[in-house]
């Protein structure tokens, strides 16, 4: 199955030992890109081989607009299909984000309005919880992404399903070291690297299907437990006018029989949105404190700004986050420099398509290389410096926009995209009016930020280790 299909014979290649060797050793974004650059940059396509078939991978935004936009020309592939019988299908099954056509229509219109608005005063005793946890450190270094992992996922946990997971105090709740333990298996590099070997017995993973299903099980728990305890009238009210969590709307869904949901797709959602939702937020904030503490000046800037429009206020209100203009761009460009996900999930086209002198048959695998397009020169000037100033008014509305795609983008565009930053800039708010932040003089990201893998689409980083300082504010 070597053979390059017709019509892809004058797409260049990007070399599969390049590839391989990333997967192998859990290389982050950066070091792939620099696999794949060369191509990029020169023609915004390039094909590479991989498991015996032979994907097309862009930077191209001409290509990149289509797939936004016809989002029934290039479905994702589901998992059942990429993955049939696989442990990471029985985790996250048919849910919002690997679905298509009218399945996925259904999935989105009943979980967006969970995330339209959040009730800010959710924030109040979160914040003070992680100022405690700083507090106790003491100006010794602590890891952040850890830090931020325990942060959010408390955070959406009050969000999606008003449930306290409580993990910043206590990191041995069952549901969240559960839940930890499936997704490390869900992740194991090795079934990402030989897929096909979970077709064999001996690598059936029996006890990492368990862990899976005891996750699943403490779901059940959760929906039973508040379908129970919702009232009808109550609820109705709250889904008119958007304060329904993402539980209460697939609840409400499982009674509804045109836009029905069953319990089996709820768990599935839950699965999803617990990752979805937590670990590129923790990501994000842990990558923007690192360039807060690496660039000193834009973290004082950003300090004065949040001290000037708060006042005494410590959660801004939504009015006050727009006032928030210099950490809404830095919060941009951290997005850039470091997108939580650094390549769309597969894309199949459903036609043949001609694009330039190429055809892609049926079936075609298709990735769109975000961290490729964030890093390109031909998009961005200095693409390697972090500079906020690229998202102020008059230098952003000159560039296309979709040179900047973190959430991707058309009708398929991230749900929480709102939500994420929303936290992101409370948590800043919260850290930085009392605290400075600074790297460690013998840190391993001293010259870098150190990137690796979380996995396929998601961006990971080696531990990151920084000091928080009182500040007299
Ligand atoms: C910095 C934080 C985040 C980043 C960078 C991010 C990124 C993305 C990207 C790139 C996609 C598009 C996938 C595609 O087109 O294939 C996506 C989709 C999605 N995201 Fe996010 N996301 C973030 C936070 C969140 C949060 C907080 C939630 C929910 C609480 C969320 C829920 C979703 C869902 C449900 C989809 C699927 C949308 C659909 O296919 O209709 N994300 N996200």
Known sequence: KTKVPEGLEDVPTIS???????????????????????????????????????????TDLELIKDVFAKTDLYPKLSLEEAFPGS????????????????????????????????????????????????EKVDNEPIEVKDLMDR?????????????????????????????????????????????????????????????????HDLFSGLIEERRKSMETDELSKKIDNNSADLLECMINASKNPKYHMSDEEMRYNLSTFMIAGHETTATALTTVLYVLATH??????????LLRVLGDNLIPT???????????????????????????????????????????????????????????PKYWKDPEEFIPERFENENDEKRDQNTWLPFGGGSRICLGNTVTLIEERVMLCTILRKYEVSLPADSIHKDKLQLDKFNDSFTGLKALHLIFKRTTN
């Open 151 to 215: 942060l959010i996922l408390d955070v959406l946990g009050r969000i999606a399903f008003k449930f306290d997971f409580n993990y910043l105090e206590d990191p041995t709740n069952v549901l969240v070291t559960t839940y930890k333990e499936a997704i490390a298996e869900v992740n194991n590099p090795l079934y990402f690297l030989f897929p096909f070997i979970e077709n064999i017995p001996y690598f059936y993973r029996t006890e990492a299907r368990k862990k899976v299903a005891k996750i």
């Open 296 to 305: 000193k000046d834009v973290q004082s800037k950003v300090r004065e700004e």
């Open 318 to 376: 939504i009015e006050q986050q727009k006032e928030l203009k210099y950490m809404n761009m830095v919060l941009h460009e951290n997005l850039r420099l470091y997108p939580p996900i650094h390549q769309l999930p597969r894309r199949e086209n459903a036609e043949i398509i001609k694009f330039r002198n190429h055809t892609f048959l049926l079936n075609t695998p298709i990735l769109v290389n975000i961290y490729g397009v964030h890093h390109s």
């Open 16 to 58: 599969y030992f390049g590839i391989f060797k990333s997967m192998f050793y859990n290389e982050g974004p950066d070091k792939r890109w620099e696999d794949s650059r060369q191509v990029l940059e020169k023609y915004g396509i390039g094909k590479f081989w991989f498991h015996g078939e032979w994907y097309v991978v862009t």
């Open 87 to 134: 442990l990471m299908t029985s985790y996250f099954g048919t849910n919002v984000v690997f679905s298509n056509g009218d399945v996925w229509k259904r999935h989105r219109f009943i979980t967006n309005p969970a995330f339209k608005s959040i009730p800010m005063q959710l924030f109040d005793d979160i914040t003070v919880k992680l100022l405690k946890v700083i």
